[in-house]
């Protein structure tokens, strides 16, 4: 199947054909749904502390931080925005020449309400000799619209995200990057440092790190510490084969294989090379201005607290574990902060005898642990909180997509649509376990959760395969933790006319 030139490209890029075969053989199978037991829910899987609860947590993570431990705010940043902007291009390239379409009126009746207006209007006066308002008042839109998207104008349309104009203030208009070194400030600075961590796409890096460069004294001015900022692209050995409808190899006109970014869940290759006891991880677009800021921070540090305290229960048990004779009694009381608090369930634990109770929660305290934000649902996309069923027959909790449930479930999707919640990407992660030791994440993730999407490449069909999600199967097996935030955390930008939101103005 595969010829010598395609060993040679695939060596390239840091691939065995061993995993070529094992990718042939997921499009051919497919992947297994996930058996839900239940969607989780405030007091079965969801935390929902009290104001006291709350202020008890973020207590913790003060004393957490202040105590010389290494913490870094990981940013997935990588791709372009192109997908916030298409029903603008869709405008650009439509039969008419004025704004038809609800959004497309939305989008000019607001248009000096975007952070970005004074950067279009001047490249409008210099391409078109004209500014917004005199284009508008010729009815000449499209030329507004390109001048937004183009390469000679602000080519919002290639930029990744991290380097739009989102929020304005009188001192200028600040980008979804430069609000994560704010946040960073806030909550995740330790020692007078904030260590911030961007994965970026390879044709992105020079212009995000350069623009880093012109922003960071700024704010490390203004919130009075000093930023270690670094980047990493997704490795190409995280990229996948792409399959024809028939299951075989796709191919490019030149005949050589066709591979794609293995999506979100590539990353966790990038966050196992972090050097960090506590890692912050949140989407590029989920940023507010500073007016609103406040629940942010009191939030990210509540669901920090709560991690740093569970995990010096678990490590403290873990030691115990390591002196050895315990009694019944303490293996107990150690089963049940597993079953209770870390919400990891297995009813065969009960025949288990010292030894093999011993063994089982050595084996279940001494992984990677993340507590993560959900929020109610209200009809936003997300993945939702779980309780599943492992591999190895233990229930566990986890995020799930839609992809992963049987929809020919009755039971699987009453137990989707009835979900209260669901994860807006709001996690916080330990990563060294009680030794100081760094997991080698990979060996958590659950290789059976990953997705096939259908695509097309210059008119042709083709099947897509992406890896375990990274908050999904990726981190399948983590002890994992629901705390409930609010939806005022949660403010992503999706399309260009989210930023004429309430939250982003």
């Known amino acids: 199947m595969l010829s010598q030139n395609d060993l040679k490209q695939i060596a390239l890029k840091g691939i065995t054909p061993e995993q070529i075969d094992v990718q042939m053989g997921e499009f051919r199978t497919g992947f297994p749904f996930l058996r839900l037991d ?24 003060n004393e957490y931080k202040a105590s010389g431990h290494r913490i870094v705010k990981f940013v997935p940043a990588s791709g372009a925005a192109s997908r916030m902007f298409k029903d603008m291009f869709a405008f650009v390239d439509a039969p008419y020449d ?3 379409t609800d ?30 308002k005199n284009l508008i008042s010729e009815g000449n839109y499209k030329a507004v619209a390109a001048n937004m998207l183009r390469p000679d104008g602000l080519n919002y349309g290639q930029l990744p995200k991290g380097m739009l104009l989102f929020h304005q203030y009188p001192e200028g208009a600040r980008t979804p990057m430069e609000e994560h070194l704010v946040e960073g400030a806030l909550y995740a600075a330790s020692n007078g440092e ?35 900022i670094s980047f990493s692209e997704q490795k190409p050995s995280t990229d996948t084969i792409a399959a024809n409808p028939d299951n075989t190899p796709f191919r490019n006109d030149d005949g050589s294989l066709l591979f ?60 115990k574990l390591d002196n050895g004779n315990c009694s019944r ?26 030894q093999q109770l011993a063994d089982y929660l050595r084996m279940k305290l001494n992984r990677p642990m993340r507590v993560c934000g959900v929020v109610k649902n209200v009809g936003e996309p997300g993945g939702g909180p779980f309780l ?14 839609s992809s992963q449930i049987d929809k020919n479930n009755a039971d699987s999707m009453r137990m989707f649509t009835e979900g209260t919640h669901f994860n807006p990407v709001d996690l916080v992660c330990a990563i060294k376990d009680y030794q100081g030791r760094p997991f080698d994440l990979p060996k958590y993730v659950d290789k059976s959760t990953g997705f096939i999407s259908n695509k097309s490449k ?37 399309t260009v006319n989210d930023l004429l939101r309430e939250q982003h103005q």
Not at 125 to 132: A, D, L, M, P, R
Not at 338 to 352: A, I, M, P, S, T
Not at 388 to 401: A, F, R, W
Request: glycine share 6%; charged share 25%; hydrophobic share 40%.
């Open 38 to 61: 239940a969607a989780a829910s405030v007091g079965n899987g969801i935390v929902a502390p009290d104001v006291k609860e709350r202020g008890m947590y973020e207590q913790c993570w």
């Open 98 to 100: 004025v704004p038809t």
């Open 103 to 132: 959004f497309e009126k939305r989008f000019f009746d607001n248009i000096e309400r975007f952070a970005f207006y004074a950067e279009l209007d001047a490249a409008c006066q210099k391409n078109e000799g004209k500014g917004i």
């Open 194 to 228: 904030a260590h911030v961590h961007f994965t970026v796409s390879h044709e992105h890096l020079d212009f995000f790190q350069k623009r880093v460069a012109e922003k960071k004294d700024y704010y490390a001015k203004k919130f009075g510490v000093s930023y270690d």
């Open 260 to 319: 794609r970014p293995g999506g979100h869940g590539a990353l966790i290759q990038n966050l196992n090379d972090i050097d960090a006891d506590v890692v912050f991880i949140k989407n590029i677009d989920n940023v507010v201005p500073d007016r609103l800021k406040q629940d942010t921070v009191e939030y990210k540090q509540v669901i920090a607290g709560v991690l740093v305290s569970l995990q010096q229960k678990a490590f403290a048990y873990l030691l």
């Open 329 to 354: 009694e303490e293996l107990d009381e150690m089963a049940a902060f597993l079953y209770d608090e870390l919400c990891c369930r297995n009813e065969e634990v009960r025949g288990f005898n010292d």
């Open 388 to 401: 599943t069923y492992n591999q190895d027959g233990t229930v566990s909790l986890q995020i799930l997509e």
């Open 458 to 494: 210059n008119g042709k069909e083709l099947k897509a395969l992406e890896l375990p999600g990274l908050w999904n199967g990726a981190m399948s097996d983590w002890n994992t933790v629901f705390v409930e935030v609010p939806l005022s955390t949660f403010n992503p930008v999706k």
